[in-house]
């Protein structure tokens, strides 16, 4: 699966910002994609993702309310608008074509993507 993610970049709090991620080649029998950021010092956490089947729509407590993930199916692509942001959002954002739903966690199954850096700043 090739991916190629677009977006990021700068905002002030209480901006907003759009992530894109196309996923060429993503087998049909994928569940679900999504985005996951990271910051230095800690482990990649997951952030949001839908459902290529239904589009059931998953979010972590930090972002539920404020970030929006929809995707367009026939081009393979995912985008997250990020609304009202906060500087705690400041991270490397990274885009998962597989994502699977489990009782504790929502688990990256895919390659990761290069990732996009996200500031935020108060």
């Known amino acids: 699966v090739d991916l190629v993610e677009s977006g990021g970049g700068s905002a002030q709090e209480g901006g907003s910002l759009r992530l894109s991620c196309a996923a060429s080649?993503?087998?049909?029998?994928?569940?679900?994609s999504g985005w996951f950021r990271q910051t230095p010092g800690r482990e990649r956490e997951f952030v949001a993702a839908i459902s290529w089947r239904d589009g059931k729509t998953y979010y972590a407590d930090s972002v539920r309310g404020r970030f929006v993930i929809s995707k367009e199916t026939y081009l393979n692509t995912i985008h997250l608008q990020m609304n009202r942001l906060k500087p705690e959002d400041t991270a490397v954002y990274y885009c998962n074509p597989d994502v699977a739903e489990t009782p504790a966690a929502m688990l990256a199954l895919g390659s990761w993507g290069q990732g996009t850096h996200v500031t935020v700043s108060s």
């Open positions: 080649g993503r087998p049909v029998s994928t569940y679900a």
